[in-house]
């Protein structure tokens, strides 16, 4: 439903910093936001505006208490117990499964005559394997919607390789014909990987009947470099390593990784900029580096070896340090106008939970505005309302009770990060 002024309106579960919403673009309005830790807290409400956001564990919500009706929820709920880092323990685990207090809100909000039609739920591709993805896509049938997947990774956009799933859900009634693919895929594509084609394959029949293949046209190559993205660090930012930290880095890499650094001290006069993350490799802490013109995936940091450092290559001389804050920003697709705090950790915390901004308004701009559009436009039934299933509604009832009996709710107050995937 169009706003008055002709807006359409999200509301937007586990926050963070609201990068998803900047992605949304200028044509959506917030009417709600929501996330458990005060520190993104701080920097959400800096960037949009005091008493934008509601920080608070989310099982404390009552869909009674959001405004709208809204066009679309948005939902980057926790990854930790989706990713490799987490065991991938999956969606009835302690962070991860807040994901059900959403869909209990959505329901909610069902029952009452006002869901949103529209549902974009963001996550680490760890949610496509074992039973997490397809239980998630139960519970969104479960409540009357069709949907389907496209995995974007935000190195189309900006110098970052950071792969997400994005699941966009709509309701049953609307024809989307145009928006799909004309067949289903018979192998993997840019947006649909080998492990979401076979995942969808092993659904059941009903669930088939309600997967879209959404349809994206290929992204222009990304003309963000590395090189464009540093800034000069400023006093709240980490300092240069040493020429004895320097070595201690190199030291840490194997034959390969150390060839480029060579590679780019041979070329004379010419800035070359590498990322390098910290692993451990059969026991031992490496120094892994890359030299694609493309950094890892920033990560929430949990310590030095989750931090990302920058090595500066030039004249033959190596410098190396952590990304500034601001860089780390950039590499989210932030505007340099986005206030940061000067807690270098926090902002690496912010970042690092966050969905990527370009990300998120290619597939607002070619998806989910253009079907916002099109529900505010419908004004009949095109598809025949299939009978909601019991089956799937019981499963994802049992789902979330697993999730509650877990003890959760304070396991989430303690633990930071309880937000943007």
Same mark, same amino acid.
């Given at each position: 439903?169009?706003?008055?002024?002709?807006?359409?309106?999200?509301?937007?579960?586990?926050?963070?910093?609201?990068?998803?919403?900047?992605?949304?673009?200028?044509?959506?309005?917030?009417?709600?936001?929501?996330?458990?830790?005060?520190?993104?807290?701080?920097?959400?409400?800096?960037?949009?505006?005091?008493?934008?956001?509601?920080?608070?564990?989310?099982?404390?919500?009552?869909?009674?208490?959001?405004?709208?009706?809204?066009?679309?929820?948005?939902?980057?709920?926790?990854?930790?117990?989706?990713?490799?880092?987490?065991?991938?323990?999956?969606?009835?685990?302690?962070?991860?499964?807040?994901?059900?207090?959403?869909?209990?809100?959505?329901?909610?909000?069902?029952? #009452?005559?006002?869901?949103?039609?529209?549902?974009?739920?963001?996550?680490?591709?760890?949610?496509?394997?074992?039973?997490?993805?397809?239980?998630?896509?139960?519970?969104?049938?479960?409540?009357?919607?069709?949907?389907?997947?496209?995995?974007? #990774?935000?190195?189309?956009?900006?110098?970052?390789?950071?792969?997400?799933?994005?699941?966009?859900?709509? &309701?049953?009634?609307?024809?989307?014909?145009?928006?799909?693919?004309?067949?289903?895929?018979?192998?993997?594509?840019?947006?649909?990987?080998?492990?979401?084609?076979?995942?969808?394959?092993?659904?059941?029949?009903?669930?088939?009947?309600?997967?879209?293949?959404?349809?994206?046209?290929?992204?222009?190559?990304?003309?963000?470099?590395?090189?464009?993205?540093?800034?000069?660090?400023?006093?709240?930012?980490?300092?240069?390593?040493?020429?004895?930290?320097?070595?201690?880095?190199?030291?840490?890499?194997?034959?390969?990784?150390?060839?480029?650094?060579?590679?780019?001290?041979?070329?004379?006069?010419?800035?070359?900029?590498?990322?390098?993350?910290?692993?451990?490799?059969?026991?031992?802490?490496?120094?892994?580096?890359? #030299?694609?013109?493309?950094?890892?995936?920033?990560?929430?940091?949990?310590?030095?070896?989750?931090?990302?450092?920058?090595?500066?290559?030039?004249?033959?001389?190596?410098?190396?340090?952590?990304?500034?804050?601001?860089?780390?920003?950039?590499?989210?697709?932030?505007?340099?106008?986005?206030?940061?705090?000067?807690?270098?950790?926090?902002?690496?915390?912010?970042?690092?939970?966050?969905?990527?901004?370009?990300?998120?308004?290619?597939?607002? &701009?070619?998806?989910?505005?253009?079907?916002?559009?099109?529900?505010?436009?419908?004004?009949?039934?095109?598809?025949?309302?299939?009978?909601?299933? #019991?089956?799937?509604?019981?499963?994802?009832?049992?789902?979330?009770?697993?999730?509650?009996?877990?003890?959760?709710?304070?396991?989430?107050?303690?633990?930071?990060?309880?937000?943007?995937?």
């Amino acid at each position: 439903m169009k706003q008055q002024n002709g807006q359409l309106g999200f509301y937007e579960f586990f926050a963070g910093v609201g990068l998803a919403g900047l992605g949304l673009g200028k044509r959506w309005t917030r009417l709600w936001a929501n996330d458990i830790d005060p520190r993104k807290g701080e920097i959400f409400a800096r960037n949009f505006g005091e008493g934008s956001i509601r920080i608070d564990d989310v099982s404390n919500v009552k869909a009674s208490e959001l405004p709208g009706p809204a066009d679309l929820a948005w939902a980057s709920f926790p990854c930790q117990d989706l990713s490799l880092a987490g065991w991938r323990r999956g969606m009835t685990a302690e962070h991860s499964g807040a994901f059900w207090e959403f869909w209990r809100i959505i329901r909610e909000l069902q029952n #009452d005559g006002r869901a949103p039609k529209l549902l974009a739920i963001e996550n680490v591709v760890g949610l496509l394997y074992g039973e997490s993805f397809t239980g998630l896509c139960e519970a969104l049938a479960s409540l009357g919607y069709r949907f389907g997947a496209v995995v974007i #990774d935000a190195k189309h956009f900006v110098p970052q390789s950071r792969p997400r799933v994005f699941i966009v859900a709509i &309701d049953q009634d609307l024809d989307v014909s145009d928006f799909r693919l004309g067949a289903p895929p018979v192998k993997a594509s840019l947006w649909h990987p080998p492990t979401l084609v076979k995942t969808v394959k092993n659904f059941d029949l009903d669930l088939k009947a309600r997967w879209i293949w959404w349809n994206l046209p290929k992204p222009m190559k990304n003309g963000v470099s590395l090189a464009k993205i540093i800034t000069d660090p400023d006093a709240h930012d980490p300092s240069w390593f040493s020429n004895e930290e320097v070595a201690r880095l190199l030291g840490l890499m194997n034959d390969l990784h150390r060839k480029r650094v060579e590679s780019a001290k041979a070329k004379n006069g010419t800035l070359s900029v590498l990322t390098v993350y910290k692993r451990m490799r059969r026991g031992e802490q490496r120094a892994e580096v890359r #030299d694609d013109n493309i950094s890892g995936c920033l990560r929430v940091p949990g310590g030095g070896s989750s931090r990302q450092t920058v090595i500066i290559v030039r004249h033959g001389k190596v410098k190396a340090r952590l990304m500034s804050r601001r860089e780390l920003a950039r590499l989210m697709g932030a505007p340099d106008s986005f206030w940061l705090p000067t807690h270098y950790n926090n902002t690496y915390r912010a970042m690092g939970d966050a969905v990527a901004v370009p990300a998120v308004r290619w597939l607002a &701009d070619r998806l989910l505005t253009p079907l916002a559009q099109r529900l505010g436009r419908a004004s009949e039934i095109v598809n025949p309302r299939a009978e909601s299933s #019991d089956r799937y509604l019981n499963r994802s009832l049992q789902r979330m009770e697993a999730w509650r009996r877990n003890g959760m709710w304070s396991l989430l107050i303690e633990i930071p990060g309880q937000s943007e995937s």
